[in-house]
């Protein structure tokens, strides 16, 4: 089994210390910073697979951090740590991308649990793939490319790409259109009608070459949602 890693963001010594000596009791792999330039290049940087997040930090706030990690890599978990229990502060951290928040005093017994319980939601964590076959080609996330029969690379944007990242996390399994807003955009998908998501699987077929009337790569899963097919 993979050992999950986490990073954590936090400024106070002390605070700092007793967590990342409870994550690793419990056998997490851990890396740490202690101010807010140093985590916002670990943030965007490392690999890991949850982010602990203090809002309140020298040199780069959390939000900032936030936003930033949000808009490079959807799909990584974050639990913001802080001691302001406002609501507005928790609704603004929510809807920059957070998945949970623990406000300040908080036992360590309740963020391993929360923790625990982010992780279980996260599919595959620890996964690092980047590149993969399809038929005919290679899509490689990590210089965001496709190439097909020999030919030159063909670009993915931003979004396409983690859209296909995310697919990949969840190989073989449905996905909810609800789930990829959420997650890949980092918008609530409550109340809204759009159809962002169907006109970026739309691209990504055209430039992956799959079919959109017979689809292999991407496929429609009726009623729930898209899928990338197991070892296309």
Same mark, same amino acid.
């Given at each position: 089994?993979?050992?999950?890693?986490?990073?954590?963001?936090?400024?106070?010594? @002390?605070?700092? /210390?007793?967590?990342?000596?409870?994550?690793? *009791?419990?056998?997490?792999?851990?890396?740490?910073?202690?101010?807010?330039?140093?985590?916002?290049?670990?943030?965007?940087? @490392?690999?890991?697979?949850?982010?602990?997040?203090?809002?309140?930090?020298?040199?780069?706030?959390?939000?900032?951090?936030?936003?930033?990690?949000? %808009?490079?890599?959807?799909?990584?978990?974050?639990? +913001?740590?802080? %001691?302001?229990?406002?609501?507005?502060?928790?609704?603004?951290?929510?809807?920059?991308?957070?998945?949970?928040?623990?406000?300040?005093?908080?036992?360590?017994?309740?963020?391993?649990?929360?923790?625990? @319980?982010?992780?279980?939601?996260?599919?595959? @964590?620890?996964?690092?793939? /980047?590149?993969?076959?399809?038929?005919?080609?290679?899509?490689?996330?990590?210089? *965001?490319?496709? /190439?097909?029969?020999?030919?030159?690379? /063909? %670009?993915?944007?931003?979004?396409? *790409?983690?859209?296909?990242?995310?697919?990949?996390?969840?190989? #073989?399994?449905?996905? *909810?259109?609800?789930?990829?807003?959420?997650?890949?955009?980092?918008?609530?998908?409550?109340? +809204?009608?759009?159809?962002?998501?169907?006109?970026?699987? #739309?691209?990504?077929?055209?430039?992956? #070459?799959?079919?959109?009337?017979?689809?292999?790569? +991407?496929?429609?899963?009726? #009623?729930?949602?898209?899928?990338?097919?197991?070892?296309?």
């Amino acid at each position: 089994m993979t050992q999950e890693r986490i990073l954590v963001i936090e400024d106070d010594d @002390a605070v700092r /210390t007793g967590v990342v000596d409870a994550l690793r *009791s419990e056998g997490y792999a851990v890396q740490e910073a202690a101010d807010g330039l140093d985590g916002r290049d670990a943030a965007l940087g @490392a690999a890991y697979d949850l982010l602990l997040l203090d809002l309140v930090l020298p040199g780069c706030d959390g939000f900032t951090i936030l936003q930033a990690l949000r %808009a490079s890599r959807p799909d990584v978990p974050v639990i +913001i740590l802080t %001691a302001r229990g406002e609501e507005d502060e928790r609704v603004r951290g929510l809807r920059l991308g957070a998945d949970d928040y623990v406000v300040k005093p908080y036992s360590l017994r309740e963020l391993l649990a929360r923790v625990e @319980a982010v992780l279980r939601r996260v599919p595959d @964590a620890g996964s690092t793939e /980047t590149s993969f076959a399809i038929p005919g080609g290679q899509v490689d996330l990590a210089n *965001s490319t496709v /190439t097909r029969d020999g030919a030159p690379p /063909t %670009a993915l944007s931003e979004k396409e *790409s983690n859209l296909l990242r995310y697919l990949k996390r969840r190989e #073989g399994q449905a996905v *909810s259109r609800d789930e990829l807003l959420t997650r890949v955009w980092g918008i609530s998908a409550r109340g +809204i009608e759009t159809r962002t998501v169907d006109v970026h699987i #739309g691209n990504l077929r055209e430039k992956l #070459g799959d079919d959109s009337a017979a689809p292999r790569i +991407i496929l429609t899963i009726r #009623g729930k949602g898209y899928a990338l097919a197991d070892s296309p």
